[in-house]
């Protein structure tokens, strides 16, 4: 995460939301003495029930006021965002519990609402599981051990992982064995360029 992200978006006036990591470790300082001092401004809970699993989010925003005035993260934060997340886990092998907790934060170079703001890190993650995760699992990408030029294969894999996730009719490593074991042909007929 750099300054120069925040100053780009704010030329082009797209808002944008950044998660704040360790390797910005005064900024989260700052961040998280806010966090635990301050009032917030707006807060929103959600709760998630799914199979063995049941997850409760709170989204808090603050307003950064004067928080991060000794800083050069001040002309560029508008508001500060604190998630914290709880997860109830059930082994369905021995019917036990596991409860995790997490809270990250974020900033955001607008003001936003605590939901708002739930709703766009929500999507974020949805783009990790389903692209990433899936680009590094599936097609192994982390474990690529090419070296030169590696931007090139990395387009390669983004072209393959598109067109399979457009035709998908099973799940993507039993799609991508299917293309596998059909050749380069069958692959490049499932994309459909329309005619003008």
Do not use: C
């Amino acid at each position: 995460m750099s300054k120069k992200l925040f100053e780009v978006a704010q030329d082009a006036k797209i808002g944008l939301i950044v998660q704040v990591k360790d390797n910005q470790p005064t900024l989260k300082a700052a961040i998280e003495h806010l966090a635990a001092t301050a009032t917030s401004h707006d807060r929103a809970q959600s709760r998630n029930h799914g199979r063995n699993r049941d997850e409760t989010r709170a989204v808090t925003v603050f307003d950064p006021a004067d928080a991060l005035a000794d800083t050069d993260w001040h002309p560029h934060v508008a508001a500060i965002i604190q998630v914290e997340r709880s997860v109830v886990t059930r082994s369905p092998a021995t019917g036990l519990l596991h409860s995790t907790t997490e809270t990250a934060f974020y900033i955001a170079n607008r003001p936003i609402t605590a939901a708002r703001a739930g709703v766009a890190i929500r999507a974020h993650w949805k783009i990790e599981n389903t692209s990433h995760y899936t680009r590094d699992v599936t097609m192994g990408e982390d474990r690529s051990r090419i070296r030169t030029n590696p931007g090139i294969f990395a387009r390669l894999r983004s072209f393959g992982f598109n067109i399979l996730m457009v035709s998908k009719t099973g799940t993507m490593k039993q799609d991508r064995y299917r293309a596998a074991l059909a050749g380069i042909q069958h692959l490049l007929s499932l994309v459909a360029i329309s005619k003008r």
